[in-house]
């Protein structure tokens, strides 16, 4: 078992960081706090080429493996230090664009790719409604034909980039069962954004109900197969959210890690650094065995979907200790900050703020807890 990086992926993970510290970190408190997102940071991501790493290059991506993109996102989460736009940009990428590229025809691709690569488009994936969670399946949103047209009926919940999407994949049942339609979201009058969710973390990522009354849509909307969007389209979103998006999380990790360490040594107390403490030393050395464990548990989960192995419940077991070990890390770094950690003014109290949304969103804990022992149990 090789665990070695090349050196192109240790070139482009650097590369990746230092962008993350140069143009995602320093408004990153601010932008928390104001819940805002800004199009200059996205601008500047973009011009590193950043949105189109998954798809290959003929449709204006970099053609990265599944590895590059955790690389990526493991890096920009590391030095930007933003849940908010790692979780933007993590849905722009798993579940805006990659079901295009994997399910749309050639004419969508070539209509949808190339802004979504080069970030002139913002991507969103539409599929969660008030009453259908967890359970994806008990979707309402209809999807009727007229004529040559489809007509969309029906509302979503915690849409990400909801707000600021210009192509939206909403998932809607039509007589032949539930179906993926591309959705012009800036252009059609019928995709209307609801109210914006003031949330506890990632608050730099804007999330929105979404409305859709009458939304007529083509029929070269259709993406995939008429009818059969959950068995493919949908759990392909998951699957890449259990992996790739997941990278986010470690990086996030190693970052409430080093901060942890570097206030440990400078605050004193009883004379010594606090990290000289046993007690301390050791909440130092379980956050390592932490990030150590996600790390190894996200990668392996990668690493298989890359071989075109099975991952399904790898991919579950990654979610399921990123969604319990980032929140575990956070709470012990607000501890090791004493007083000064449960203050606006260090960053430990946004990192537990943002880990908690690991635990909940692309299939809560539970669900993957559901997921492990229905295999192993099978
Ligand atoms: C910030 C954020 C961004 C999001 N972005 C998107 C997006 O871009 N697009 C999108 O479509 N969706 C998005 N989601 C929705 C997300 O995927 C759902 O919130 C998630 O799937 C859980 O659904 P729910 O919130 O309705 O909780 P519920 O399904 O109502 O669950 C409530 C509780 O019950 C538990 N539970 C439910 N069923 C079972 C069961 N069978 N056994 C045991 N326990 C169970 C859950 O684990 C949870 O603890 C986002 C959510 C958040 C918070």
Redesign the pocket.
């Known amino acids: 078992m090789d665990f070695s990086l090349s050196d192109e992926q240790e070139a482009l993970y650097a590369s990746m960081r230092k962008l993350g510290q140069d143009v995602i970190a320093p408004g990153a408190a601010e932008r928390d706090q104001k819940g805002q997102w800004d199009p200059q940071v996205w601008k500047a991501v973009s011009a590193a080429g950043v949105p189109g790493m998954p798809i290959p290059e003929e449709y204006g991506g970099s053609g990265g493996s599944i590895l590059d993109c955790c690389l990526v996102n493991e890096a920009l989460a590391e030095g930007g230090r933003d849940g908010g736009f790692g979780?933007s940009l993590g849905?722009h990428w798993v579940?805006g664009t990659v079901p295009i590229w994997l399910h749309g025809t050639e004419e969508q691709k070539r209509r949808y790719l190339p802004g979504l690569c080069d970030g002139s488009l913002i991507g969103?994936?539409?599929?969660?409604e008030p009453e259908?969670?967890?359970?994806?399946t008990a979707i309402k949103t209809t999807a009727v034909r007229e004529g040559d047209d489809w007509v969309l009926n029906g509302s979503?919940?915690?849409?990400?980039?909801?707000p600021i999407a210009d192509v939206c994949t909403v998932?809607a049942k039509a007589p032949e069962g539930p179906t993926a339609f591309i959705v012009d979201a800036k252009t059609n009058p019928g995709f209307k954004v609801g109210r914006e969710?003031d949330?506890l973390g990632?608050r730099s990522?804007p999330?929105a109900e979404i409305f859709l009354e009458d939304c007529r849509v083509p029929a070269n909307a259709v993406l995939g197969d008429l009818g059969n969007a959950h068995w493919k389209v949908a759990f392909e979103c998951f699957d890449w959210e259990r992996t790739v998006m997941l990278a986010g999380i470690v990086g996030g990790m190693r970052t409430t890690l080093d901060q942890a360490i570097t206030y440990a040594k400078q605050r004193q107390q009883f004379g010594k650094p606090i990290a000289h403490h046993q007690v301390i030393a050791h909440k130092l050395a379980q956050m390592e065995i932490n990030y150590q464990v996600v790390r190894n548990a996200v990668y392996k989960a990668a690493w298989l979907k890359q071989a075109g192995k099975e991952h399904m419940v790898e991919a579950s077991v990654a979610k399921a200790l990123c969604g319990t070990l980032s929140v575990d890390n956070a709470l012990e770094s607000i501890q090791i900050h004493g007083g000064y950690g449960y203050l606006k003014d260090f960053p430990a109290e946004r990192a537990l703020r943002d880990a908690k949304?690991a635990s909940?969103?692309?299939?809560?804990?539970?669900?993957q807890k559901?997921i492990i022992s229905r295999a192993i149990l099978a």
Do not use: H, Q, Y
């Open positions: 979780l849905a579940i969103a994936w539409a599929s969660t259908a969670g967890s359970d994806s979503k919940i915690f849409i990400t980039n909801g998932l969710l949330k990632c990522s999330t949304l909940l969103g692309g299939g809560t804990t539970e669900i559901m």
